[in-house]
């Protein structure tokens, strides 16, 4: 176990391999979110048609200074996911890294597949001096070559499949590569996502539906709270499985920021957005999250 | 007491726990468990309620208005002084008492009001201390536009139902992939005679909801047959679709010998299982643990030599 901590009336316990185990007894009070979504940058030079956050070339980056005074008051423990657009080419992705893992801050980093030729190096440091731990990759083809020499130093890297654009067979070529962990995130009609969905992206996410299960069992498989409303993820467990698995609704243990913009909001899709100025992240996570009944 | 004064719970099904006595039926009061709210009741020995064997009897809406109350038994219900009962909207109110026996409409009091079994969602029974464990498998929280919700690898089958892995028939239609779901006698068992056997497999328990489904002999009511078996093998396939992704059923199996082709084969089930086991179609849940739980089974015997000598169980 690298961390354990109460955050309120909920024990939350956090392993080497990201594994999570959480405890309570009655209807969660927490002071601060378990894990944020961060964007840090809309800078990105790939330019993906459907991207939700209309990343572009020249776009701008956060002001980490600001974001690292929102975030002060999160204790050692709680995970953060910075993505971006492309997260590393923030001019100071390490010195913010370098003063999270001071403060205990778990950081993970989400970057696409065809940044590994320029960023791998980079990467790599991160993962040797431990600043951070899980690193999410955006899966766009089939050539794994740069993937394969990540994987020789972290078991921390998890694939990320867009139900909607990507092929529902590419998770039989991740698992030929070993110890695969695969994030099935939903289609986001969202920024540039709203324009791109066609009916392709719905006969895509069509075959996940129907295909998806086949990988259960045989892959470390997670979702997000998009795609298990869009593949109706639900019909496949019991409900002690459920209640077992299911982490929750967006906003309940988590909540989403906008570096760039200055912006807290419940998700990166959600149209309510609360200044920096106008709260501070525990206020506004405390009165603002979504009430969580236990069963 | 007349149960007349507790038909409002008994349109709900809410009246679990009640001990009964009907007369001309029973020798003995039993513990209701269930009330289909078609015609079918079914009972647990007040003895060993909640966990006793189910015991299922045919009975119509006069035998109930004749039946006696003649109390509850512990457990889930009747509720007690302490409990909390979540309503509507996430309230959760205090019980400060329950008006058992009195027939009236509205027997669960609070501070802020008097609620019928109805307005009851759950019951937090007083004393009891729920401690909930949930668990996001080998991963951490990499994903920067939301998050992880469901995250599992190597899961038991006391969490996963089983998954309807057909053969797909595939074809094109204006660039729509079409898959039909084909439930023909290369799917599964078609004959649930009497012998004894138990039947897990997914395949074997959907073909046996359909001829079940389809058995005008369940039916009590012959005007309402028709109708009965409609929405019963529509409630079947939907849900089918739903957990298989297909956009339709196509069914080659008949209950008619005559109606039997080469293509349509012919199916059956005893008649002493027949008529006894409308609790798959009580609603859409109960027929999903039945068909998709991997406890849920079939379990074939014969009316022979017992008097209950067999039972279809689900999960």
Known sequence: MIVEYMNGNVKVQLFADGTKIRTFTDNPNLIHPESIDIKITNNCDLGCAYCHEQSALNNNHADLSKLLEVIKDLPAGVELAIGGGNPLSHPDIVYLLEVLKSKGIISNITMNQQHLSVYGRIIKELINNDFIKGVGISIVNDDFTNIKQLKKISNNIVYHLIAGISDVNIIEKLIELGNAKILVLGYKKFGRGIEYYNQEVINNIRSWYMYIPRYFNRVLLSFDNLAIEQLNIRRFFTSIGWDRFYMGDDFTFTMYIDAVEQKYAPTSRSVDRVSFSDSTLLDYFQKNRKYYLVK | ?315
């Open chain 2, 1 to 315: 007491m007349k149960l007349r004064e507790y038909e409002n719970r008994f349109s709900t099904g809410n009246i679990m726990g009640a001990i009964m006595y009907i007369e001309g039926k029973m020798s003995e009061p039993l513990a209701l468990r269930m009330f289909s709210g078609e015609d079918v009741a079914w009972f647990t020995n007040k003895n060993t309620y909640p966990a006793g064997k189910i015991i299922m009897v045919r009975i119509d809406s006069n035998d109930l208005l004749d039946s006696e109350v003649t109390g509850f038994v512990a457990g889930l219900y009747p509720l007690m002084e302490g409990d909390v009962i979540c309503l509507q909207d996430n309230v959760e109110e205090v019980v400060t008492r329950v008006k058992e026996g009195n027939g009236s409409p509205y027997p669960i009091v609070t501070k802020n009001g008097q609620y019928s079994w109805k307005d009851v969602l759950k019951v937090k029974k007083k004393g009891d201390v729920e401690k909930i464990v949930q668990v996001r498998q080998g991963v951490f929280e990499t994903n920067s536009s939301s998050t992880h919700s469901i995250s599992i690898e190597q899961v038991d089958s006391e969490y996963l139902l089983d998954v309807l892995m057909p053969n797909w028939s595939s074809d094109k239609n204006d660039g729509i992939e079409m898959n039909i779901l084909r439930i023909d006698k290369n799917f599964g068992n078609l004959e649930f005679g009497w012998e004894y056997k138990r039947y897990y497999n997914m395949n074997d328990k959907i073909i046996y909801a359909y001829l079940y489904a389809i058995g005008s002999e369940v039916y009590k009511h012959k005007s309402k047959t028709e109708q009965i078996i409609k929405e019963r093998v529509q409630m079947l396939e939907d849900l089918l679709l739903e957990h298989s992704g297909a956009i339709s059923v196509q069914w080659y199996i008949t209950n008619d010998c005559s109606k039997e082709t080469d293509e349509c084969s012919f199916g059956f089930i005893d008649h002493a299982s027949l008529c006894r086991n409308n609790e798959i179609f009580l609603n859409k849940e109960n027929l999903r643990s039945f068909l998709f739980n991997k406890k849920s089974y079939i379990e074939i015997d014969n009316d022979n030599d017992c008097k209950y000598c067999y039972d279809d169980v689900y999960a």
